[in-house]
């Protein structure tokens, strides 16, 4: 009888948590709405748009009405979001990069990390800001810096760092899609050669496939499918950070606690596996592709909103270095690999 009475108030409860979860939802959408209407009528990224129109509403985030639904959609959207990634690559993808590309660019993200976590030392920068900059240059951008945000310790200054991440590799994807392309033109490197510069140093994955575009279908090509690679290694990037910082010996509680292993990893795999085998067809990764790029912009909407200029301009100068010189470092490792191997010659 009690467990009749319970099943009947499921429903009760599933409405009052939407009700709860309802405004600050709302809210997230809308912004995220009014970037995807910026982006698409006067250029410019997405995820970035999202981000300052969020930050323009953080006067929100003292209401009470709407920070459940905020939180909610900073860190569960944002999660299924990145699972979502899962749907566009198969390993028949990996194995077409050839075992020098795909050794190449296994190196280039564990060496910019590297990088990252000893230029963070030097600046005085805390270890969990090197961790955040150095994945975000070395695998996708915008969805990395989140990625590996949601298992680091969720303390506020985490929380700060990730929104300035973000920033930045947004912009210096941007700049990168202007500049990278003109610049392998001129050093004469072939399509294929440029595909996988573009493809293993540019951290967005938008912005690459423009800027593989500019230099003709082969270099898009190419460059599309070496960062699809470097989207993959996610996934094992985030789940070794997490299991490190399950030993991390500083004060845990329950609002820092990580995940040993995050659900979303798993389904991020599970997916993989799925489109691999074609259970997953083109269609459905396309639809899966945008539903990802939806929560993406939504949870950046959110994280705006949760975080004040204030909070930003707090962290100084040294992040800026960071991220510039990760990029600077992960370009040039990249060009050095493809002369020295000669990858893709035409």
Known sequence: MSRGLALRELPRRWRAQLGLHFPGVLVCVVIALSATFVSEHYGGPQLLYALLIGLAFHFLNGDARVVMGINFCGRTVLRVGVALLGARITFAQVAELGPK????????????MVFGLLLARWLGCARDEGVLTGSAVAICGASAALA????????????????????????????????????????GLTPAQAGIVLGGSIHDVAQVVAAGMMLGPQAGDTATLVKLFRVM???????????????????????????????????????????????????????????????????????GVKTSFEDLLKLGWKPVALLLGETVFIVAFVVAGVLLLRLGAA
């Open 101 to 112: 590309t795909a050794l190449l660019m296994v190196l280039a993200v564990l060496l910019t």
């Open 233 to 303: 290694l996610l996934m094992p990037v985030v789940l070794v950070i997490a299991v490190l910082y399950r030993k991390h010996p500083g004060v845990r509680t329950p609002e820092t606690e990580v995940p040993l292993i995050p659900g979303f990893l798993l389904a991020f795999i599970v997916l993989v596996m799925l489109a691999s085998v074609g259970t997953i067809t083109p269609d459905m990764a396309g639809v899966a592709g945008e539903a990802s790029r939806w929560m993406l912009v939504t949870a950046i909407a959110a994280a």
């Open 148 to 187: 590996v945000s949601s298992v680091l310790p969720q303390t506020r200054e985490n929380e700060r760092f990730t929104l300035l991440a973000v920033v930045g590799v947004t912009v210096l994807s941007t700049v990168a899609m202007v500049i990278y392309p003109f610049s392998l033109n001129a050093i």
